[in-house]
C-alpha cells in the first residue's frame, strides 16, 4: 500500500452495533466437541423426562407400596409455612429418615414415638399418603404420580435445547470434511462490543466478553460476508482494506486473514 494513502479505522459508534449470529467464528473441531456434549445433555433432560412421566402415570393405577416407621419429632420449614413429621425407616431401598410436610390436623393426631404405615409409590417411590391408628393421611403437594409438570419441564427444556447443538455439530462435521475455503473481497465494515463492555459498570462488565465482526464485500460480486474475529486480528485491519481470507464455510472460522498486497509478494 502506498505510503501516502492511509486506510481509514473503524471506530465510531455507529458500527459498534450488537448483533448476534447462527455462526459463531468457532474453531470446527471445538464446534463438533461442543454441540456434542449439549445434545447430550439435551436428550439426558429428554429421557430423565419422559421416563419420569411415564413411571408416575404407570404409579398412578399400582397398589403402594406401604413401610413401616417410628414418629421421632416434628419440624418447621419456613418455605412452606407447614408442620414436617420426621419419621424413622428401617426398611431396605428407602432412606433411612423422611421429613414429609403434613396438615395442622395430623400434627395434632400423631405424637413422637408412634408407628405408622407410609404409602410410596413403586417406582418413584414417592411418598403420598401416611396411615395412623387405622386412619389414612393423604400428604399435601404429594400424589402417586410424583411430580408430572417437573417431567413436562424436563420435556420442554431437552427439547430447546436440542435443535442448535444439532446444527452447530452437523455445520462443524461439514466445515471438517470440506476443508477450508478462499475469498478475496474489501472490508466494508467492522464492528465491536467493546464500547457496551467498557460503559457497562461492575460485575457484568468482567463477565462479558467482547465480540469483534468484519464485514468483506466480495470481489467477484454477491453479497457480503460476515466474519468473528479475535481482537489481534480486529485491530490491524481497516475500512477499504483489499484481503484474502481462509475460512470454514458454514460455521464462518477464519483460519487465515491477510492484506492482498502480502499475498501477491508471496
Known sequence: MPADIQPERS????????????????????????????????????????????????????????????????????????????????????PAQVTPAISPALRNSVQPGERVILDFSPRLHTLYALESKGQRYNLPGSSPVGNPLGAIALIVLGLLLFPYPFFLA?????????????????IIALKTSAHLRKRTPGLTSRLMRAWYMVDVQPSRGGAEMQFRVNETRYAALFVGEKVRLEYSSHLRYVYSIKQLEEVDEA
Open 11 to 94: 471506530t465510531g459508534a455507529e458500527q459498534s452495533i450488537i448483533q448476534w449470529s447462527w455462526r459463531l467464528g468457532i474453531a470446527p473441531r471445538n464446534a463438533i466437541a461442543i454441540g456434542g456434549v449439549l445434545i447430550f445433555l439435551a436428550l439426558a433432560f429428554i429421557s430423565s423426562g419422559m421416563l419420569a412421566f411415564i413411571e408416575g402415570m404407570l404409579d398412578s393405577n399400582t397398589p403402594p407400596v406401604r413401610v413401616p416407621g417410628q414418629v421421632t419429632g416434628y419440624t418447621t420449614n419456613i418455605l412452606d409455612n407447614l408442620p414436617h413429621m420426621v419419621i424413622r425407616l428401617h426398611s431396605m431401598g428407602f
Open 170 to 186: 452437523r455445520w462443524s462435521w461439514r466445515d471438517i470434511r470440506e476443508g477450508s475455503q478462499s475469498i478475496d473481497g474489501t
